[in-house]
């Protein structure tokens, strides 16, 4: 077990941008020449991480498979989570969970998507001994683990913009650093040379199809916009009764002919379609980074998204919207006023999210913490 690092993610098999996040800190580790162990719940196959991703696992990584009895986001899943992530730590010498959103007493770095535990959910005061709920009252000790028994001056804890690290910040009053994720390097090559073309009235939706990412919101913003305006939602299908009801309502609504699903489609499908893209809808409020977003733009869609959360941070002010009748107004004046130029302005703005650079600042932190 000599200086073997582990990465924790469970759900890999998902390839959503948390799932990338993992998969570039394991390909980084390893490019650096460290040893490195991936665990996942269920077999990693890596060409299907080359098919969704567009880039390949790095060979040295070894993987290991931690069966889940338990679906995500369950309760029962919390306590599974905590079992197998100290069961990951007894294979290796650092661990890394990308997975948890939890600080654990056993996990050298901790990767923040959104704070399990945070102000909206939980107060300082504990509120659920007066005010009981299954979910509170079933996570009280991790509350405690986290506010009791863990050291954050000894770990590395990571978040995936400033607005989560503030979010730590108010519930915990523990310090974060804030490492942006990546997005695929091959997105960047091919969209290098990429020319839209006028005629394509494309707007795209790349997401998990989860019942959790507001998609509900596409067709009632489509019925909303101009009849020669198209809309694509692409992205990995996690949740068939979420696909049943977004398709029911695109019916209802009578933009069925206008708004196009494509579940479990490959990378190249999904760049394809960006790259004929001119607008690029996210439909999350209060999204606390947005990978699909920065992929996106680099491939020169025009942002539309939600004026809340870590999007904030990197998406112009123009290109944000408060309501669903706003986001249908700002697609049909942006399409109308469309221009290549205004595409090449918004690559220029994820140059910073390149996989080089996510690499680059996160050995500089691993280092200046283990080695």
């Known amino acids: 077990m000599a200086n073997k690092i582990g990465v924790f993610c469970p759900t890999l098999n998902v390839y959503g941008g948390g799932e990338y996040v993992a998969i ?95 102000q909206h959910t939980f107060n300082k005061t504990f509120p659920y001994l007066s005010h009981p709920r299954i979910q509170q009252a079933g996570t009280l000790p991790q509350v405690i683990l986290e506010k009791n028994l863990v050291n954050y001056q000894k770990r590395l804890v990571l978040a995936n913009s400033h607005y989560t690290a503030k979010e730590i910040q108010k519930y915990s009053n523990k310090p974060a650093e804030v490492l942006y994720p990546p997005f695929a390097s091959s997105i960047t090559t091919k969209g290098q040379n990429n020319a839209k073309k006028d005629q394509n009235n494309l707007v795209i939706t790349v997401s998990r199809l989860d019942s959790n990412k507001q998609l509900e919101r596409i067709p009632q913003i489509a019925a909303q916009t101009t009849p020669n305006t198209k809309f694509v939602i692409i992205g990995r299908l996690y949740n068939p009764d979420a696909l049943n009801q977004l398709q029911t309502l695109t019916k209802k609504l009578g933009v069925a002919g206008r708004v196009h699903i494509y579940p479990n489609a490959p990378i190249e499908q999904k760049i394809e379609l960006l790259k004929k893209a001119k607008i690029y809808l996210h439909t999350m409020v209060g999204e606390h980074f947005g990978i699909s977003i920065v992929e996106a733009m680099a491939l020169g869609c025009l942002p539309i998204v939600h004026d809340s959360g870590g999007m904030r941070e990197f998406v112009p002010h123009q290109y944000r919207y408060q309501s669903i009748a706003e986001a249908a107004s700002k697609i049909n004046t942006e399409i109308a006023n469309w221009t290549n130029q205004k595409a090449e302005e918004i690559k220029t703005l994820t140059e910073r999210f390149s996989f080089a650079n996510f690499s680059t600042q996160f050995m500089e932190l691993y280092a200046k913490h283990y080695d």
């Open 24 to 118: 570039a800190i394991a390909n980084t580790l390893a490019e650096n020449n460290r040893r490195v162990i991936l665990f996942a719940s269920n077999k990693i196959n890596p060409q299907d991480i080359k098919t969704y991703f567009g880039e390949p696992l790095h060979p040295n990584i070894e993987t290991l498979q931690q069966p889940t009895p338990f679906t995500p986001r369950s309760l029962a899943d919390f306590y599974q989570t905590i079992i197998h992530s100290y069961i990951a730590k007894s294979k290796c010498n650092t661990l890394i969970d990308a997975f948890s959103n939890c600080v654990f007493p056993w996990t050298e770095v901790t990767y923040i998507h959104f704070p399990y535990l945070n």
